[in-house]
């Protein structure tokens, strides 16, 4: 009579901790379907998430990072939103490349890459304007978004290529950054599929696939960085110059210290550090 309740209770804990273990499993990232997205309206490159379906697809909790990978029939489009001051202030200040392997090969060295917003301390305008005005462009001036107006091409030719808004790269590249009315920091990009795929004549790309990274840039260990909670905006940096993240060459050889401390809200976080996030997906086939 009492090994029943005994039973009983070994199998509601052997069924509460694999509940456990897939919940656990399950809130690390979210998956769209093996056959991709295809856009259900057409994408508009220009900082507004309004023309991507939500809650996107994929998730970096480390990074406080949403973003999703979709394609039509011309090309393929990146979205990158994060909420968080923090990762905000990152990207803006430290820089971020978004990497297309068009062999689905989570590696660079074959990928072509749109660097932006690049390295604001590597901004030879900037640092041009502070040495002309040191009264009004000090080190700690804030970071806005009316800064970020270059971008670097990565790999779809054998030099870097620098742009600023407005001018036709001849790549078929696309690349905008702004806040959304919720504070959301949103990033969009998007490439041609024939500047993927050069040899595709067909243009028909059902059955490749593709693999995006995005290579975030950490923050020097004395930046001080904006408290959790709000944002949008500009953002204020602390501190003085280093060394730039960006190399030159084809591979770019993109290093980054790891290990140190920046102070945040009374509370060491570890800010200077690279992060790279990979995502495999198929592209996808035309919605009927």
Sequence with gaps: MRVYPLYCSIVLISLSLTLSCRSSRSDQSTSPSDAGIWPQRPVIVDGNDGDWVKPLPYTDRKEKLNYSVSNDGDNVYIIVSTRSPQEQQKIIEGGMTVWINSKAEKEESTAVGIGFPLDSRRDRDRELMAQARPDKYKNDRPVTLDDLKNYSLYGFSSEIENYEYGQNNGKGVLVRIDYNKEGDLIYEASVSLSTLYPQNTTHNFAGKSIAVGI?????????????EGGGGGGVSIGGGLGVGSFGSGGGLGLSIGSGS???????????????????????ARASR
Aim: charge should be positive; hydrophobic fraction near 40%.
């Design 261 to 283: 401390l920046g102070r945040i809200g009374g509370k060491n976080r570890q800010i200077y550090q690279l992060t790279k996030i990979w995502q495999v997906q198929p592209l």
């Design 215 to 227: 290579f975030i840039e950490g923050l020097l260990p004395n930046a001080v960085v904006p408290q």
